[in-house]
């Protein structure tokens, strides 16, 4: 008898052990974020949505308000880098 709850008492600490491991990882979280006071809080946040387009080179995809772009016959093509922008140029003029 004195086996049985002290096995019990053994699976009661393990299980607390193991819940508050598990709650760390948990998305739903209560915590303060570790952002600093300048930023606002991820509620608060505005997300600006923009379309990503594929770089013809490398295949990243590359938001084109902060990329490299290059225009060709009417059509905008955005690249990741200058170095990706600079060899499809040379594949172009190669042609």
């Known amino acids: ?4 709850i002290f096995k019990l008492i053994w699976y009661i600490i393990w299980g607390l052990i193991i819940y508050k491991i598990f709650s ?4 739903k979280s ?6 600093n006071s300048k930023e606002a809080p991820v509620n608060e946040r505005k997300v600006i949505k923009s379309k990503v387009y594929k770089d ?3 295949g ?6 902060i990329s490299e772009s290059f225009q060709l016959n009417g059509k905008v093509y955005y690249f990741c ?3 990706c922008k600079e060899k499809f140029i040379k594949e172009i ?3």
């Open 24 to 27: 760390k990882f948990s998305h």
């Open 93 to 95: 003029d190669g042609k």
């Open 1 to 4: 008898m004195l086996r049985a």
């Open 60 to 65: 990243t995809f590359v938001d084109p308000q």
């Open 56 to 58: 013809p080179i490398c």
């Open 81 to 83: 880098s200058k170095e």
């Open 30 to 35: 209560n915590k303060k974020s570790n952002f």
